[in-house]
């Protein structure tokens, strides 16, 4: 059966000396992997549309097994990622991420758009690195991890100082701040911008800018949750951290870290 779906390509793999397995994440279909006979020659029709971050039709024969890649429409290349380590390291990430969540292919159309999303806005200039944060804040229900932050999560409170707390995955108000000797304080601006990252569509934020130090704070937070909560960590997440270490060896194409 001939299919067409909406897709991005998740990851590419060598096959043999010409042929590459392609992971699609589509719209219609969930996760899937096929066949694209040809694709590592140059001059195949294959070439472009089976590199990572690829957003296309996709035409794919499947049958019982692994489906067969047979033709494809480019809706966008996302070249401009792929022309910088800083943009590509960042986006990387976030499909790894994507990637290691989706255990099945069933159709999840929210997390597709997620995902299509972010990668517009990086090919687009927006901070990788907050765009990052923002895709890691929305997939924590997709892990089976869905915090409070609307309210305290012992009380209820809607009002006065919050922090966050890992035992209660979610905020603490001033009240119950004793039920956890290890939360974390929040100020006001944080507790707002931990929100938006959770509940703001990535299409609908703006062009959002912060430092480098209000990033790498709400980073350790959800990084935590991720290593403590979902267990799991990402091999890309080294090569960021090792950005974060030497920056002197990698510098974007402009400087994202300036605060409205």
Request: glycine residues 6%.
């Amino acid at each position: 059966m001939l299919q067409k779906i909406e897709g991005i390509v998740l990851r590419a793999s060598s096959y043999g000396e010409t042929d590459k397995i392609v992971t699609i994440f589509s719209r219609e279909l969930g996760k899937r992997a096929a066949m694209a006979r040809g694709a590592k020659k140059p001059t195949s029709r294959l070439s472009s549309i089976s590199q990572p971050f690829t957003y296309a039709y996709f035409l794919v024969q499947q049958g019982r097994g692994m489906g067969t890649l047979q033709q494809g429409e480019i809706i966008d290349s996302m070249r401009s990622i792929r022309e910088d380590i800083f943009t590509t390291a960042y986006a990387s990430f976030i499909m790894e991420l994507v990637d290691k969540l989706i255990d099945d292919e069933s159709p999840k159309p929210h997390l597709f758009t997620i995902l299509q999303q972010a990668l517009q806005a990086i090919s687009e200039d927006y901070d990788p690195e907050a765009i990052s944060l923002f895709v890691e804040w929305k997939l924590l229900p997709t892990a089976g991890i869905y915090p409070v932050l609307h309210q305290c999560s012992n009380c209820g409170a809607t009002d006065g100082e919050f922090a966050f707390s890992f035992s209660q995955i979610g905020f603490l108000c001033h009240r119950c701040f004793s039920i956890d000797p290890y939360l974390i304080r929040l100020t006001p601006s944080q507790v707002k911008l931990i929100r938006t990252f959770y509940t703001v569509p990535i299409d609908q934020v703006g062009k959002l800018t912060l430092k480098k130090e209000t990033k790498g704070f709400i980073k350790k937070i959800i990084r935590t949750i991720y290593s403590e909560q979902v267990g799991i960590r990402l091999k890309s997440q080294g090569f960021l951290d090792q950005m974060d270490k030497t920056p002197e060896f990698y510098t974007p194409k402009k400087d994202p870290s300036i605060e409205e």
